[in-house]
T-cell receptor, first 111, second 113 residues
Framework: QKEVEQDPGPLSVPEGAIVSLNCTYSNSAFQYFMWYRQYSRKGPELLMYTYSSGNKEDGRFTAQVDKSSKYISLFIRDSQPSDSATYLCAMSGGGANNLFFGTGTRLTVIP | NAGVTQTPKFQVLKTGQSMTLQCAQDMNHNSMYWYRQDPGMGLRLIYYSASEGTTDKGEVPNGYNVSRLNKREFSLRLESAAPSQTSVYFC????????????FGEGSWLTVV
């Protein structure tokens, strides 16, 4: 069983839609939860970060962590064509050298 | 501010050839990392360097060597390339060892034929 599971998609939505991206994990020791956005032929860039459980909001983006269900989500409101990218979840129990990534969900927002 | 810079961006190698991927960061970060990204596998850590002068193996170190040349530079060497090493390689750095401070380079696409 993989440490982190992520639906690879692809996911296509019309502009303005609400997007929900999700990951599940198996290791209850994970405390750091990140979402990265990766444009085609580029490196991942940190989008959202949550420590432990709860919600975090940044503009159109909301990250949720449910540690009891071992489930994390990223919501994108009013999606834009510029949001078209692959979204990677990542999590760790502590050190940055012990980071586990999901395989990524490819999102396309259609104008 | 360039962040994390990797060279080369694209490379084709023949099986058995050697090459070095170069990485430099200008953010004065202590820790540096090399990852590979393969379809369906996600990003996997090859080697990391917690600080200048130290290196440690990650999840998939076989077939690779690294050198932390100084605080800015961290190179990845393939001594005898194999088709299984065809991948996209990302260098990254972090200010501290905490997971939320990692910055990635733009990637190096390597094909071994």
């Amino acid at each position: 069983q993989k440490e982190v599971e992520q639906d690879p998609g692809p996911l296509s939505v019309p502009e303005g839609a609400i997007v929900s991206l999700n990951c599940t994990y198996s290791n209850s020791a994970f405390q750091y939860f990140m979402w990265y956005r990766q444009y085609s032929r580029k490196g991942p860039e940190l989008l959202m970060y949550t420590y432990s459980s709860g919600n975090k909001e940044d503009g159109r983006f909301t990250a949720q962590v449910d540690k009891s269900s071992k489930y994390i989500s990223l919501f994108i409101r009013d999606s834009q064509p510029s949001d078209s990218a692959t979204y990677l979840c990542a999590m760790s129990g502590g050190g940055a050298n012990n980071l586990f990534f999901g395989t990524g969900t490819r999102l396309t927002v259609i104008p | 501010n360039a962040g994390v810079t990797q060279t080369p961006k694209f490379q084709v190698l023949k099986t058995g050839q050697s090459m070095t991927l170069q990485c430099a960061q200008d953010m004065n970060h202590n820790s540096m990392y090399w990852y590979r990204q393969d379809p369906g596998m996600g990003l996997r850590l090859i080697y990391y360097s917690a600080s200048e002068g130290t290196t440690d193996k990650g999840e998939v170190p076989n077939g690779y060597n690294v050198s932390r040349l100084n605080k800015r530079e961290f190179s990845l060497r393939l001594e005898s390339a194999a088709p299984s090493q065809t991948s996209v390689y990302f260098c990254a750095s972090s200010e501290s060892g905490t997971p939320n401070t990692i910055y990635f380079g733009e990637g190096s696409w390597l094909t071994v034929v």
